[in-house]
């Protein structure tokens, strides 16, 4: 099952403005600040293809900063653009799955931007799963305790609020505050996400000899750059 015709997934990718100083910080060393910038488009870009491919998703970017619209215009022509709203992570990802659904979408997945390799099927499969009416939520947890994906098909504040954002903590007491409020919850595989120089390896590594158009942009700044 890839979705209905009935069914409106939207599948947002919650982007930041590739601009040197502002992204991917922690990677520099070993990269430049314009380095982890040139990096980081690259991330944003094998996504935006990824997500293209993908004939069920509605394709949206969450963007910020708010000044950020024409980057992504030119970076991802067709998408619904909209501007994350809020004074942290969590209160960017509920505004914007909230605005999603407001919108008429069945259901929204929200996707971060630090995992150019994440296969496809991860994505195809939590669309089906945010369309199926047994799933309130829908996660999938990133290795480092947080998650790279979160659906669903109505909005749930409380996952949101007050929560440990950037500690390990984020994905246990996110599945801790659904037990409690009775949500019926479904897991997609672990992935990594790429934040730190020992990522920055895997991630090297994980495309050493990879073919095709998977992580393309990614793979070619990589092999550009011996860093």
Not at 121 to 127: K, P, V
Not at 193 to 221: I, K
């Amino acid at each position: 099952m890839t979705g209905s015709p009935s069914q409106r997934i939207a599948v947002a990718i919650m982007a930041k403005a590739p601009m040197a100083g502002e992204v991917k910080t922690r990677l520099c060393p070993p990269l430049s600040h314009l380095e982890a910038a040139e990096l980081y488009q690259c991330f944003l870009l094998d996504k935006i293809a990824q997500l293209r491919a993908i004939a069920s998703a509605n394709p949206v970017i969450a963007f910020t900063p708010e000044g950020g619209r024409d980057v992504f215009e030119r970076m991802a022509p067709g998408f619904e653009l909209i501007a994350q709203r809020g004074a942290d992570l969590g209160s960017r990802l509920l505004n914007s799955l909230s605005g999603l659904l407001a919108d008429g979408y069945t259901g929204v997945v929200a996707i971060d931007s630090d995992t150019p390799t994440l296969p496809s099927e991860f994505l195809l499969r939590a669309i089906d799963l945010v369309a199926t009416p047994a799933i309130d939520l829908v996660l999938g947890p990133s290795e480092d305790g947080g998650y790279y994906l979160i659906g669903m098909s109505r909005p749930w504040p409380g996952l949101f609020e007050n929560m440990p954002w950037s500690t390990a903590d984020v994905l246990p007491e996110t599945m801790r505050r659904a037990e409690a409020t009775g949500l019926r919850v479904a897991s997609l595989p672990p992935w990594f996400d790429v934040d730190t120089p020992d990522d920055l390896e895997r991630l090297r590594a994980s495309l050493t000899g990879a073919a095709g158009e998977a992580a393309r942009h990614t793979r070619q700044f990589l092999t550009a750059r011996r860093v």
